[in-house]
């Protein structure tokens, strides 16, 4: 039984290395075609298996639902998850990963010689968690995108509020962002949004498509304030300031409700971890003594 045990984990061990190896390697681009700047070969996979489910759009409305919200996460999450993947593409992941974890189980187990009990459990497993990867992942990205921009952008609205003071207008103001910014979603995003209105779209218009890509109340009170104030003709600079003073202030309440949080959440390995060994400490002397007359 423990030999067993043991060659089920390091199969378990071997199958892990060698799945992080393959989407390493394709998402890396190693892969990449010798002619250079073409697709790695795991997008290659998902652009073919993605292909025909956007054949099936139409036909089935629950898919029409999941690539609905699927192609509101890639937007949210800038678009560079898997490589870019679009919508259909992320949704093919979750049949693609799974058959490559099978695809490298199941061999190894055979080479192994492991009972089929354990093979099924270990396909089971790796598959079900690559089946939730795609999707899990592609939130977790727009989160942390979203994160980032609302950290970074009392700082680019700072630099807008000085420029309006200055004399410019709101789009000389985002230029100016742009220009000494570093990377990151908020220069993207304005990038975005000054590529727009030189192609024809207007300005508000743009302010209100950042709100509605990063999908946070902070952005959206932001950017829909400033539409606001260039159809009313308010001053840019002033809504500016308090802007970013508004968002430092809700910054500062999520650090103290984390704060409060931690004490709670502290409580639990307190109880768990170290008050038992308190009281091994305190009582074993007693016990050992009890148990020695």
Do not use: W
């Not at 679009?86 to 979750?94: L, Q, S």
Request: with cysteine.
């Amino acid at each position: 039984m423990n030999m067993d045990l043991a060659i089920a984990f390091s199969c378990a061990a071997a199958s892990a290395a060698a799945l992080t190896f393959l989407f390493v390697r394709a998402l890396s681009g190693a892969s990449r075609r010798a002619s250079g700047g073409g697709q790695s070969a795991l997008r290659s996979i998902l652009s073919l298996v993605g292909h025909a489910f956007e054949r099936r759009r139409g036909a089935d409305a629950e898919l029409d639902r999941t690539l609905i919200r699927l192609e509101k996460l890639v937007v949210q999450s800038g678009g560079k998850f898997l490589e870019g993947a679009t919508a259909p593409e992320v949704f093919a992941a979750r049949f693609v990963f799974p058959a490559f974890a099978i695809a490298v189980i199941v061999p190894l187990g055979l080479l192994l010689r492991l009972s089929g009990g354990v093979v099924f459990m270990l396909s089971a497993f790796f598959a079900a968690v690559l089946y939730a990867y795609p999707e899990s992942g592609l939130k977790a990205a727009a989160q942390e995108r979203a994160r980032r921009f609302t950290r970074e952008l009392p700082g680019s609205l700072d630099i807008m509020r000085l420029v309006s003071q200055s004399g410019g207008d709101l789009l000389s103001a985002i230029r100016s962002v742009i220009e000494v910014g570093g990377p990151g979603p908020v220069r993207e995003e304005l990038a975005r949004a000054v590529a727009q209105v030189a192609i024809g779209s207007s300005l508000v218009d743009a302010l209100n498509g950042i709100a509605t890509r990063i999908g946070t109340n902070e952005a959206n009170a932001v950017f829909s304030t400033l539409a606001q104030s260039l159809e009313m003709g308010t001053s840019v600079a002033d809504n500016l300031k308090s802007a970013a003073q508004l968002m430092r202030h809700a910054a500062r309440v999520k650090a103290q409700a984390h704060a409060q949080k931690a004490v709670v959440n502290m409580s639990f390995p307190l109880l768990l971890l170290i008050l038992p060994g308190i009281f091994i400490v305190l009582f074993a002397p007693l016990v050992i003594q009890y148990v020695n007359r």
